[in-house]
């Protein structure tokens, strides 16, 4: 069975650019979240979606945005981006929605300069 | 107090012993309890989970759940220097405030450990 497939492995942007992440859950799986990691924070919850629907979201500001498609693929788009969005991006896909177990695709590393 | 606390380390043992790492959570409803393993420049990976109070085994590693205590820890045993990681623990915990009836997980900040030879 596949893992999760996250794309692209790196990235590289300037301030003030948008990006979009992409993640392929492990096949029938419906639920995918989205971290943010950084040395200083830890694991920061960006949000989850289930079945098309965003069912919980972090304290992000509006800029994070993200949707999920018919197929579960998902995307995260962060529009005007700060030097203090660099970071890990990771996803993770879970059979279910409500806190059941996550298996973490290998994930962005997105670099602002 | 966070949803989920963990003792930052860094936890130092020699290789053969038993290293112990401690997580404590918020919400008595929470049911799930989960452990993951990080290595330095890699994504977290699934190793252990639990859902009733006691012990349950896997190889070398062992999670505790203790609901009354709302604690939950995990136990390596023969501990070896592929070890080395920091491991965060999991607990599925309902968002206070979002009128939700569905809980997502919530991350402590993790527990380096280093397994020297």
Redesign the interface.
């Known amino acids: 069975k596949a893992g999760v497939t996250q794309t692209p492995r790196y990235l590289i942007k300037t301030r003030g650019q948008q990006v979009t992440l992409s993640c392929s859950p492990i096949s029938g799986h419906r639920s995918v979240s989205w971290y943010q990691q950084t040395p200083g924070q830890g694991l920061q919850f960006l949000f989850e979606y289930f079945s098309e629907t965003q069912r919980n979201k972090g304290n992000f500001p509006g800029r994070f945005s993200g949707r999920q498609f018919s197929n579960s693929r998902s995307e995260m788009n962060v529009s005007t981006l700060e030097l203090g969005d660099s970071a890990l991006y990771l996803c993770a896909s879970s059979p279910r929605t409500g806190g059941t177990e996550a298996f973490f695709g290998q994930g962005t590393r997105l670099t602002v300069v | 107090q966070k949803e989920v606390e963990q003792n930052s380390g860094p936890l130092s043992v020699p290789e053969g012993a038993i290293a112990s790492l401690n997580c404590t959570y918020s919400d008595r409803g929470s049911q799930?309890f989960?452990w993951?393993r990080q290595y330095s420049g890699?994504?977290?990976?699934?190793i252990m989970?639990i859902y009733s109070n006691g012990d349950k085994e896997d190889g070398r590693f062992t999670a505790q759940l203790n609901k009354a205590s709302q604690y939950v820890s995990l136990l390596i045993r023969d501990s070896q220097p592929s070890d080395s990681a920091t491991y965060?623990c999991?607990?599925?915990?309902l968002?206070s405030g979002?009128g939700?009836t569905?809980?997502?997980?919530?991350?402590?900040?993790?527990t380096q450990l280093t397994v020297w030879p």
């Open positions: 799930s989960f993951y890699k994504s977290p990976e699934l989970f965060l999991a607990v599925n915990i968002p979002r939700s569905l809980g997502r997980l919530y991350f402590g900040r993790g």
